[in-house]
């Protein structure tokens, strides 16, 4: 776990990190770098600040827990067969090709602000979303969800109920 007061620092790394999880409530300094969890943990909850113009998250292996306002602008990747449970927020884009599940209460809370792109199962709940673009085979099941722009390919599955999207095509 990353302690409060403490900052795990991959911004000077020659090519990002990887660790097997991340967890507590310290801060994580990416700068343009890459973090990959190889065996993230549903059980253990990151809510500590990621931080870093162009810097990514990629959850290779296991389901990682964010739930702390992240400002990192690069991408959110979720690889095939893992997963993410956001309750946080993400400045950067989401690319969900594992299983993502995104939940909120507030404006802040299960907030993606860049484009979030599926093309594997997605399930949101009072999430606040910038465009969605469901891909493929992608499910994406939307419930009291807020987004801009929903596409959906002709050979993937939406699911919308309650909320609002500014237009789905």
């Known amino acids: 776990d990353i302690n409060t007061t403490a900052t795990f620092d991959v911004s000077g790394t020659s090519n990002g990190t990887s660790v097997k999880d991340i967890g507590g409530s310290g801060n994580i300094s990416l700068g343009g770098k890459a973090l990959t969890l190889t065996d993230a943990s549903k059980d253990t909850v990151y809510s500590g600040v990621a931080s870093g113009s162009g810097g990514s998250i990629i959850v290779q292996g296991g389901t990682e827990s964010l ?13 095939s067969g893992a997963g993410l449970n956001l309750t946080g927020s993400i400045a950067g884009v989401l690319n969900n090709d594992g299983t993502t599940t ?22 949101t709940s009072g999430a606040n979303l910038s465009d969605v673009v469901n891909n493929n085979t992608g499910i994406a099941t939307l419930t009291s969800t807020t987004m801009a722009a929903v596409t959906n390919s002709a050979t993937a599955t939406l699911n919308m109920s309650g909320g609002s999207a500014t237009t789905v095509t």
Do not use: F, H, R
């Open 102 to 123: 995104i939940t909120g209460t507030t404006d802040t809370t299960g907030k993606v602000a860049g484009t979030t792109t599926n093309t594997g199962t997605l399930t």
């Open 67 to 79: 739930s702390g306002a992240n400002t990192y602008t690069g991408k959110t990747v979720v690889e």
